[in-house]
């Protein structure tokens, strides 16, 4: 059980496009989600958290306007890129959470900007 | 900076023998440590975990040590078997309104050969 679905899990586009990472839970309802960002030899560092049906929360640094996330239902939550630049080319891993248990990870997108 | 260190990006040891992976937090307000690994091309997976009320957790072969006073954790795998290579990261979470969001150290590469 605990399964989380990612995907794409790599997209290359072009500098001025905007690009759609979803996240789902396959058998559980995820009250709440996290999308992290990794750089090349860095750890995971969190973005922003979002509850179903309410606006995300954006850690500090991170351009909410740039960084769509929409949080629809329990089973699924979106990242959008918006206006991808190379310097937004990282890996984008979501974690998706029932109350009082540990985060599931989805297996990431690798996002390249051309 | 980094609240979560993971100072050893590497450990390589013989297959049966014991791995033992350490962990340095600076964040006092951190209350829940989780370890967790990684596979290539795959997401983190859940490992195991302590909260700050005890010292230990044992689950089959993996046991976490955490010492507060010192803001250390460590994870024991013993015994060490091949399908254990893999990244392993520590990860730390602050109750209250940062409930779920994790910070992680950067992760070391166990690697455990036959």
């Known amino acids: 059980g605990a399964v989380v679905s990612q995907h794409p899990s790599w997209v290359i586009c072009k500098s001025g496009t905007s690009v759609k990472i979803e996240c789902r839970s396959l058998d559980f309802q995820a009250t709440t989600m996290f999308w992290y960002r990794q750089f090349p030899k860095q750890s995971l560092m969190l973005m922003a958290t979002s509850n179903e049906g309410s606006k995300a929360t954006y850690e500090q640094g991170v351009e909410k306007d740039k960084f769509l996330i929409n949080h629809a239902s329990l089973t699924l939550s979106t990242l959008t890129v918006t206006s991808a630049h190379p310097e937004d080319s990282s890996f984008y891993i979501c974690?998706?959470?029932?109350?009082?248990?540990?985060?599931?990870f989805g297996n990431g997108t690798r996002l390249t900007v051309t | 900076d980094q609240q979560v260190k993971q100072n050893s990006p590497s450990l390589s040891v013989q297959e049966g023998r014991i791995s033992i992976l350490n962990c340095d937090y600076t964040n006092s307000m951190f209350d829940y440590f989780l370890w967790y690994k990684k596979y290539p091309a795959e997401g983190p997976t859940f490992l195991i975990s302590?909260?700050?009320?005890?010292d230990k957790n044992e689950d089959g072969r993996f046991t976490v040590f955490l010492n507060k006073s010192a803001k250390h954790l460590s994870l024991h795998i013993v015994p060490s078997q091949p399908g254990d290579s893999a990244v392993y990261f520590c990860?730390?979470?602050?109750?209250?309104?940062?409930?779920?969001?994790?910070?992680f150290g950067q992760g070391t590469i166990l690697t455990v050969h036959p």
């Open positions: 974690s998706a959470r029932e109350m009082g248990t540990v985060g599931h």
């Open positions: 302590i909260s700050s009320i005890k």
């Open positions: 990860a730390a979470e602050a109750g209250g309104t940062s409930y779920g969001k994790l910070t």
